[in-house]
């Protein structure tokens, strides 16, 4: 029985460790940092990640020809878990919903379209 206990102790920790380096090897893909220690290393690596995600977002929405779908999808999710590894950071609703991803404030709502506008009066 001892022996089982140790293995699975080895298995989780082998575990933590794999999936540490695999969030080191894509924050480093995405955007090409090595995160360092602490707090301040944190809030830097999710301050690129934002970054990033604006820069992603701004090429998709002028319909760009280097955007890329599937690196956005990993930015948002990325930066999600980075935000979410911060000391005191705002976890996801009880509603399954996120924050406003950065560069959209909270207060600003859901957009509306075109037709959802008022109409201006004429004259």
Not at 49 to 57: S, Y
Not at 96 to 107: C, E, F, I, K, L
């Amino acid at each position: 029985m001892r022996q089982d206990r140790g293995q699975t102790t080895r298995g989780a920790q082998s575990e933590a460790a794999r999936h540490e380096a695999l969030r080191l090897r894509t924050l480093a893909r995405l955007i090409g940092a090595e995160p360092g220690e602490g707090e301040s290393a944190q809030r830097a690596v999710v301050a690129r990640l934002a970054k990033a995600l604006r820069g992603e977002r701004r090429r998709g929405k002028a319909g760009h020809w280097t955007y890329d779908l599937n690196r956005h999808i990993a930015l948002l999710q990325a930066y999600r878990a980075e935000r979410a590894l911060l000391p005191g950071a705002v976890q996801g609703r009880a509603d399954g919903t996120y924050p406003p991803p950065p560069g959209r404030h909270a207060s600003a709502g859901p957009r509306q379209t075109h037709e959802e506008k008022s109409p201006r009066p004429c004259g």
